[in-house]
């Protein structure tokens, strides 16, 4: 069975701009989780989503958006960017929602100049 | 401020030798897990502890839960170069994953 996957896997963009990025969870899963890495902060929980309903967020600003589609497959969007958002950005996956044994992405590693 | 606090935060060896990396909060857990990551990839789950006390062993690795579900620790007998990695620990509170910093472990042959 295909692995949860995140494209782009490498992203480039300068302060100001927005960026889209997409999660395919595997086959079966209707929980997509997306997380941010960075070295000083480790993991950081952005959103939960579950049925293409939101079901948690994190500590994060509104800059920061997602959604889930009727197929399981979600999309985080990060708006008008900034140096910090600099990160690698983790989509995991789950049968259901909540404490479920979650099957991460590679990332996608997202650098803002 | 990070609610799991992990150490060391860097830790290197000599193939064969054993140690424990710590993960710690001042919260209450309902649950625990242990992941793995090496570069290039995303965190693979190791283990999940639920009971305070509960002690688990996988292979080499040994994971044990505080009585009071705050903290937690992963030793790891005869390391191997297979072992280099980031270490992190998650703790599921009010139905958020929180994860610590991780403990970056170099094993060398």
């Known amino acids: 069975k295909a692995g949860v996957t995140q494209t782009p896997r490498y992203l480039i963009k300068t302060r100001g701009q927005q960026v889209t990025l997409s999660c395919s969870p595997i086959s079966g899963h209707r929980s997509v989780s997306w997380y941010q890495q960075t070295p000083g902060q480790g993991l950081q929980f952005l959103f939960e989503?579950?049925?293409?309903?939101?079901?948690n967020k994190g500590n994060f600003p509104g800059r920061f958006s997602g959604r889930q589609f009727s197929n399981s497959r979600s999309e985080m969007n990060v708006s008008t960017l900034e140096l910090g958002d600099s990160a690698l950005y983790l989509c995991?996956?789950?049968?259901?929602?909540?404490?479920?044994?979650?099957?991460f992405g590679p990332g996608t590693r997202l650098t803002v100049l | 401020t990070q609610l799991l606090e992990q150490s060391p935060q860097f830790l290197s060896i000599q193939e064969g030798e054993n140690l424990t990396v710590y993960c710690n909060s001042s919260s209450v857990f309902s649950s625990l897990q242990w992941y793995r990551q090496e570069p290039g990839e995303g965190p693979v789950l190791l283990v999940t502890?639920?009971?305070?006390?509960e002690v688990k062993k996988l292979k080499r690795l040994t994971f044990q839960f505080g009585d009071a579900r705050k903290d937690s620790s992963l030793h790891i007998t005869a390391a191997q170069p297979g072992d280099t990695g980031l270490y992190l620990c998650a703790g599921e509170e009010d139905n958020d994953m929180r994860f610590g910093a991780g403990t970056r472990l170099t094993v060398k042959p």
């Open positions: 989503y579950f049925s293409e309903t939101q079901r």
């Open positions: 502890v639920v009971t305070g006390g």
């Open positions: 995991a996956s789950s049968i259901l929602p909540g404490l479920n044994e979650q099957f």
